[in-house]
Structures are given as C-alpha cells and as structure tokens.
C-alpha cells in the first residue's frame, strides 16, 4: 500500500492522559498535513510541513498539541493532558508539493473518556 | 474571513439523475480548488480539482465549474449511482498553500 498511512487507527483514553499518533505520509510527497475533524463538520486545519520545517499552526492548536516531522518523512501528533474536547477523527493529508491535492489517511478516531 | 461553505447540508437524488453540488467561497486570493468525497469511517478522497486559470474541468463522470465573479464552485456527477453516496466536501488553496474546508454535503441516493 502506498497511500498515506495513519496509525492507530482508534484510540480511546481517559482524560489527562497523553497520546500520540504516527502519519507515514507518501513517500515521495514532501508537504504534510494535520487536520481534525468532528461529527458533520469539515477537516480543521492544524498544522502542515514542508519537508521537516513547521510551516504553520493553526490557533486551534493549543500548547496542549505538538507535532514533530523529524527527518521530513512520518509525522507525529502529540497531545497531552487529553481533554473530552479533543476527541475527534484527527487525519494526516501529504502532498508532492505546495499547490497540490492532499492525499489523506483513514484518519484516528480518538475518544477521551 | 477564510471560509468555505456549502449551500445544502444534504441533497436527495433519484438514482440515474445528474447530481450538482454547490460550494460557496469567501478567499478572491484563492487559486486552486478540490473536490472530496468522504464516506464513513474514512478520510476524504480526491474527485477532481480546478485552478483558477480555468472554469471547467471533467472527469470521469464528474465535471468542476468555477465562477469567480461570483465566487462559486460546483461539482456535477453524472448518471448518480448508490456508490455514491457519501459527504462531499469542497477546499480551496487560500493563497498560503494552506487547504481549507467547508462543512459537506451529504449525498443520499434514492432507488
């Protein structure tokens, strides 16, 4: 499978508990992206790279969220002291380059108890 | 301000019909337009996308018109089948490279 990858793929947690998810973007594909999404709204935009440079965060991402792209490849999504508010579907996008179309995971489906 | 909306949060079509899907933008700096579908339990899928050089582009059984006059996108599928059916969502580049959404239209499938 070549397409982006996103693991886990669930999540459940109990709240003030932190937790990671791992993005394995395409190979060749040097842009990545996080989104959130919840029930019946569109992706949230929350931070994108290009390469392993952070280029933006969006205010939505508190200090509570990092992301890291240590070597420019897979991508990280840190949260920490989860909250009930944080759950969501948080989904990992790459692109070739600026300007293209995002290809996106299947998304992890996180649920703080 | 950035956003993208849609104007029905859901759309009813009698299996066989032309589907059209409106999306309104708000960005005039925005230059590059895409098309998802996002089924459930999944993470959206690209239909078709549109620079904004053009204002129409086809695919296979689906067709993207921009109007930049007034701001508007939309997606046409033809001869809809239930495979269909699924949240359609519009995105637009709003000029930092950064790809925006609107909330969705759900598509439903009648027999």
């Known amino acids: 499978d070549t397409g982006v990858s996103q693991d886990p793929r669930h999540k459940i947690t109990k709240r003030g508990q932190n937790v990671t998810f791992r993005c394995d973007p395409i190979?060749?594909?040097?842009?990545l992206y996080w989104y959130r999404q919840t029930l019946g709204q569109g992706p949230e935009f929350l931070t994108y790279f290009q390469n392993e440079a952070q280029l933006e965060k969006s205010r939505l991402l508190s200090d509570r969220f990092s992301a890291e792209r240590p070597k420019g490849s897979f991508s990280t999504l840190e949260i920490q002291r989860t909250e009930q508010g944080d759950s969501a579907m948080y989904l990992c996008?790459?692109?070739?380059?600026?300007?293209?179309?995002?290809?996106f995971g299947s998304g992890t489906q996180l649920s703080v108890l | 301000g950035e956003s993208v909306g849609l104007h029905l949060p859901t759309l009813s079509v009698q299996e066989g019909d032309n589907s059209i899907i409106n999306c309104a933008y708000s960005n005039s700096a925005s230059d590059y337009f895409i098309w998802y579908k996002q089924e459930s339990g999944k993470g959206p899928q690209f239909i078709i996308d549109i620079r904004s050089n053009m204002d129409k582009r086809q695919g296979q059984r689906v067709t993207v018109l921009l109007n930049k006059t007034v701001k508007h996108l939309s997606l046409q599928i033809a001869a809809t089948q239930p495979g269909d059916s699924a949240v359609y969502f519009c995105a637009e580049n709003i000029g930092d490279d950064k790809i925006i959404f609107g909330k969705g239209t759900r598509l439903h499938i009648l027999p």
């Open positions: 190979s060749e594909h040097n842009r």
């Open positions: 996008a790459s692109s070739f380059d600026r300007g293209e179309k995002l290809f």
